[in-house]
């Protein structure tokens, strides 16, 4: 991400240093932060390595991830202002893949690390279903439905195959399929819209959803106890 008017750039969860540096230098910027979404590995990785480049770096995640990114500099929370440059942008606190796990949204895009992924969502290893069901459909789907969603990992062609196994009489789910194919092409960023019309864990009060549910044996009462029983589906899938 990078600020038109002074050249400023961050980067979400850098994994490997030299791709971000090569981005950074194409595109003549100055990197000066780095927002992580939450502490796996696979997410900030290279952290220092970048700061062993850039001394000054602004390393920023949430307040409770403080012992968990020994590289951080800046702590934040639900709500917190977050700039580069002249772009500004505001902290969703989204516990449930982890405690810790944050989006970062500025203007008409969403980082979601590994909290929305195309067409699904994160494994709990921390939060519980509860947390997961909240931080997507409280906060997240509340979203302008225009808003870019740049997630985590390249799951969605999976993630379209469960969710046909839930909903197989959603036409959206199969147009988006045709679309992504076998996973060969890269689906992100998604758009909200988009991921209200095939995402099975934001359309938990899906009549056909529901009733899969029941067939399976869960409860459908109450949408939280859907969305619990079908991660526990894409868990097994």
């Not at 989204?94 to 929305?116: A, Q, R, V, W």
């Amino acid at each position: 991400m990078i600020c038109p008017a002074t050249g400023e750039a961050a980067v979400v969860d850098p994994t490997e240093a030299y791709p971000v540096m090569a981005a950074v230098e194409k595109n003549n910027a100055r990197l000066t932060t780095v927002l992580c979404t939450h502490h796996h590995q696979d997410h900030i990785g290279d952290i220092p390595m970048l700061q062993e480049r850039l001394s000054d770096l602004e390393v920023v995640c949430h307040v409770s991830d403080k012992n968990r990114i020994a590289q951080a500099t800046n702590y934040v929370d639900e709500g917190d202002a977050v700039r580069v440059g002249n772009l500004q942008g505001r902290v969703l606190a989204t516990p449930g893949h982890t405690t810790g796990s944050i989006c970062y949204h500025f203007n008409e895009h969403l980082f979601s690390g590994d909290t929305l992924f195309g067409a699904g969502c994160g494994r709990l290893f921390e939060g519980t279903p509860a947390q997961m069901y909240s931080s997507l459909n409280d906060k997240i789907a509340l979203l302008p439905e225009a808003t870019q969603i740049y997630f985590g990992h390249e799951y969605t062609s999976k993630n379209l195959a469960f969710a046909r196994t839930v909903e197989p009489g959603n036409e959206h789910i199969e147009e988006y399929r045709a679309r992504v194919g076998g996973g060969g092409m890269k689906s992100t960023p998604t758009t909200l819209r988009l991921e209200k019309l095939v995402n099975p864990f934001l359309r938990c009060d899906s009549e056909e959803i529901r009733e899969t549910v029941r067939e399976k044996g869960g409860s459908a009462d109450d949408p939280r106890e859907v969305f619990a029983f079908l991660r526990q589906l894409r868990n097994d899938f």
